[in-house]
């Protein structure tokens, strides 16, 4: 986890690096594994690139129930940012193309 902290720390000082925040229900042995990580992780990763560069991702077909893992991930958010992180942000970073 210490590397990982700190190759995320190091991603993030790039100005044009994005977060998204999918993949952990399937790195993750059961959903105990997961409730104990999930609050640190995504922490961790808001800590770094702030709401503005983190974006959520559906961890289809992956997560069977992705209501919960969005849910869960968005409970962990303050109010003022999941809007960005649920929609917004992917919508900034993956422009649509006509």
């Not at 210490?2 to 229900?25: H, M, T, V, Y």
Request: with cysteine; charged share 30%.
């Amino acid at each position: 986890m210490r590397d990982w902290c700190q190759n995320i720390a190091r991603f993030a000082e790039l100005p044009n690096a994005c977060c998204k925040l999918s993949g952990l229900p399937a790195e993750c042995r059961d959903t105990a594994e997961l409730e104990g990580a999930v609050a640190d992780i995504i922490g961790i990763a808001m800590d770094h690139f702030g709401p503005r560069r983190c974006l959520l991702g559906s961890d289809q077909p992956v997560s069977r129930d992705v209501h919960d893992w969005c849910g869960r991930v968005l409970s962990l958010l303050p109010e003022s940012d999941q809007e960005d992180v649920a929609s917004k942000n992917a919508l900034r970073i993956y422009p649509r193309r006509q």
